[in-house]
């Protein structure tokens, strides 16, 4: 399992939550982080763990499946389960899930894009020199 991703995603969906909290001035107690958090950390890891995200090896469409489909289902939790609006994709604000969509895409997309790059210039590298 590749930890280091699964440490780094949690932490961008924290800030993610705190930085939403702060621009909203919620205030920052366990309960209202929770109503956020908690709702996006099932979303996200649920469906990360069920199509392998965090395997050694992993399929191409694992991530972009993850970030869409788990922002989703993190923001129709929260809609559901912590303000009672429903499940329906018209119970959401489509502002909020396309702020959530944008931010949790950069946060977790963004640091896996230079990663790659990096590894791909390493590898071009390695095969210029032999």
Do not use: N
């Not at 956020?36 to 950390?41: E, H, K």
């Not at 959401?92 to 894009?113: K, M």
């Not at 790059?117 to 210029?128: D, F, K, S, T, W």
Request: aromatic share 16%; proline share 5%.
């Amino acid at each position: 399992m590749r930890w280091s991703w699964f440490i780094w995603d949690a932490l961008a969906i924290l800030a993610f939550t705190l930085i939403g909290m702060h621009f909203h001035k919620t205030p920052f107690t366990l309960p209202d982080m929770g109503r956020t958090l908690v709702p996006f950390y099932l979303g996200w890891f649920g469906l990360a763990f069920a199509l392998g995200l965090y395997r050694e090896r992993t399929t191409r469409w694992a991530f972009p499946l993850v970030w869409v489909l788990g922002v989703l289902i993190g923001v129709l939790l929260r809609a559901w389960v912590f303000t009672g609006r429903g499940v329906s994709l018209l119970a959401i604000s489509p502002t909020f899930l396309l702020f959530s969509l944008l931010f949790i895409g950069l946060f977790t997309g963004l640091p896996r894009l230079i990663v790659h790059l990096i590894r791909r210039a390493q590898q071009g590298r390695q095969l210029g020199q032999s």
